[in-house]
């Protein structure tokens, strides 16, 4: 009984860490008071090209290279869209989503000759570091180490990204030009650039939550992998105002409930279900919240 | 644009388009099953077209018409009366479900404040998890060689005319009606109202959240009979995994590039059932694989987008400089 506990905590830093990887990007968009929610379609993309140049080039860090590209690149498509050709947001977001997924879904037929899933012993999947002090204590051994490297640099990211936002310059500018571009404007920022520099962030960083999907969490592509992901990153970031550390927070509590589903799989549960547990949590969160703001409303 | 991406893949672009042609446009067999395919889109588009003219952010049309599909799988497998009165009663059953799917986040916004657009979507895959289990465990059709349900009754089949199935009918027909309804009705310039300018719509005497309710159970209707009319008179007549397949989001683009008006609405939703059925012969003729449409779309409504609103932006920038130099000159 113990293992399984040990082994659900496990399992939750392993889950939770793409959907805290595509929140903390969506938090600098979502500072920035762009209404971004196409992290869905830049993680797609990211996971695609991450199995792309891993399977091409024999090399997980080729993966994560092209997979940055491509974040980049959405991003870019993005921006060009949102920012300067002043499209709605959210129409341009839903557009960047079906692009990533008619992509993926098409490259994958065109380029591997494969429908649904491309799984292959030629995907190099990312290292996965051991936690050299930890021998000695079997259960944090079981819970801390041997995770892909990605996750211990996403949690490490969390506490710098808090840091970024709340006290350094950066972070100061882009809340303001968020806040109020116009006024930021007259303190000499370019609120377009700034806009434009935290999309991109986010898209590297959706697409190195693809990347942990892809290459860290599994190693294949499926066609519509990242499943919702970005959605539910997109509900933390509105549920917790963006802050990184109540991100990091909340993206356990999902990763714990969808290890919980993974782990009911096993039992008598049909797997249906317990693929729905993450989309309830959800749901369930988001009452919470409700409830909490109807009470200070009130 | 998109020849440059056709022409990557090293395909001849006006193939493809002369494929596109024949098979979505060029006889009255491709035409009629084109139509036939857009049947879906366009209830879909007309759900989100008055959802997001209301201002109601649903985004829930894929599991909405999922539900309405497996309603009436599942009953046309087992309801037993005539047929004039099977067909329509199936189809309303199959409204009511996806109005009830979409009530649930009515009730959830109305009751506990949640944010219709997360719940809608999370609903979504809820509903699509859900509809997999029915038919894999409950109801499935042990002789299918993926889970499905059992066919529906022969006679529940929705006859066709010369090919052209009179599901499409329907489809215009409840079109139409949702066109006259937010046109001319009081409840449809509330609706409009509300998506204008939500204060303005309170100030004048609306109330708010039981005109979102509806617009949820009336998008709802709309999503869920998209899905029972395909069950009905789709090709398959039962239901399968993956028989929603993009219906909700394309709809959702629909709506969007037709400006929430439910005529262009109409008029998009044939433009992408003809690419869509076109996709198929495309990839007979040429290498080009069908999945290429889905990136098309998504190309055609971010151009399409884009070029409307940077003409209005930059537009109304020259106006506004036209008019400063007027201003200047004369003083």
């Known amino acids: 009984m113990t293992d399984l506990i040990f082994h659900i905590f496990g399992a939750t830093l392993n889950s939770s860490t793409p959907i805290m990887l595509a929140a903390l990007g969506g938090m600098f968009t979502y500072y920035a008071n762009i209404f971004n929610i196409a992290m869905e379609g830049m993680m797609l993309m990211g996971a695609f090209f991450a199995v792309y140049g891993s399977y091409f080039f024999g090399s997980w860090a080729v993966g994560i290279l092209f997979a940055l590209l491509s974040g980049i690149s959405m991003a870019l498509l993005f921006a060009l869209f949102a920012i300067y050709l002043h499209c709605d947001e959210f129409i341009t977001g839903i557009g960047i989503n079906m692009v990533a997924l008619g992509w993926t879904t098409y490259a994958l037929r065109s380029t591997f000759k494969v429908k649904g899933a491309l799984i292959s012993p030629r995907i190099i999947g990312l290292p996965r570091w051991q936690i050299p002090f930890l021998h000695k204590m079997p259960f944090l051994e079981e819970i801390f180490s041997n995770h892909p490297f990605v996750l211990y640099l996403a949690f490490g990211l969390a506490f710098v990204l808090d840091l970024l936002i709340f006290d350094t310059k950066f972070g100061l500018r882009l809340r303001a030009t968020g806040e109020d571009p116009e006024t930021a404007k007259s303190a000499g920022i370019n609120p377009a650039g700034v806009k434009l520099l935290s999309t991109i962030l986010c898209g590297i960083l959706s697409a190195m939550a693809g990347v942990y999907l892809s290459l860290g969490y599994v190693t294949l592509f499926s066609e519509n992998m990242s499943n919702g992901r970005g959605w539910i990153s997109l509900a933390i970031i509105i549920l917790v105002k963006g802050r990184p550390l109540s991100i990091l927070g909340l993206s356990l509590v999902f990763g714990f409930f969808e290890s919980i589903g993974l782990i009911l799989q096993h039992y008598k549960l049909a797997p249906q279900f317990a693929s729905m547990i993450p989309y309830l949590a959800t749901l369930f969160v988001l009452y919470v919240y409700g409830k909490q703001r109807r009470r200070t409303e009130w | ?331």
């Open chain 2, 1 to 331: 644009m998109s020849s440059v991406f056709i022409k990557m893949q090293r395909n001849s672009p006006l193939e493809v388009y002369k494929a596109l042609y024949d098979y979505g446009l060029g006889s009255w067999y491709s035409f009629s099953s084109s139509l036939n395919a857009a049947t879906p889109l366009i209830l879909t588009g007309v759900s989100a077209a008055i959802a997001f003219a209301s201002g109601v952010v649903n985004l829930g049309q894929h599991g909405q018409l999922l539900m309405g599909a497996i309603v009436t799988a599942i009953l046309g497998v087992y309801l037993d009366t005539w047929r004039w009165v099977g067909i329509p009663l199936l189809a309303v059953t199959g409204g009511v479900a996806g109005a009830l799917w979409a009530g649930i986040v009515a009730a959830m916004r109305r009751f506990y404040r949640m944010d219709e657009f997360i719940s809608t979507l999370m609903m979504n895959f809820v509903a699509e998890y859900f509809t997999i289990y029915l038919v894999t465990y409950p109801f499935l059709d042990k002789k299918a060689y993926v889970p499905a349900t059992k066919l529906i009754k022969r006679l529940y089949f929705m006859p066709d005319i010369n090919g052209l199935s009179v599901a499409f009918l329907v489809a215009l027909v409840v079109a139409a009606f949702c066109h006259w309804y937010m046109r001319t009705t009081k409840r449809g310039y509330e609706f409009r109202m509300m998506g204008y300018n939500v204060n303005f719509a309170k100030i004048g005497g609306c109330s708010i959240e039981s005109n979102v309710t509806l617009v949820l159970l009336y998008t709802g209707f709309l999503s869920g009979l998209a899905g029972s009319l395909l069950i009905l008179g789709g090709t398959q007549h039962r239901f399968m995994k993956g028989i929603g397949a993009n219906f909700g989001w394309d709809g959702v683009m629909i709506a969007i590039i037709a400006n929430n008006s439910v005529i262009e609405t109409i008029l998009y939703a044939l433009f992408f059932g003809i690419l869509k059925n076109g996709g198929i012969g495309m990839e007979f003729e040429t290498s080009v694989p069908s999945e290429f449409i889905v990136f098309l779309q998504a190309v055609i409504v971010l151009t399409v987008v884009a070029t409307r609103s940077a003409i209005e932006f930059y537009g109304q920038r020259i106006k506004s400089l036209v008019k400063l130099r007027k201003v200047v000159t004369k003083g």
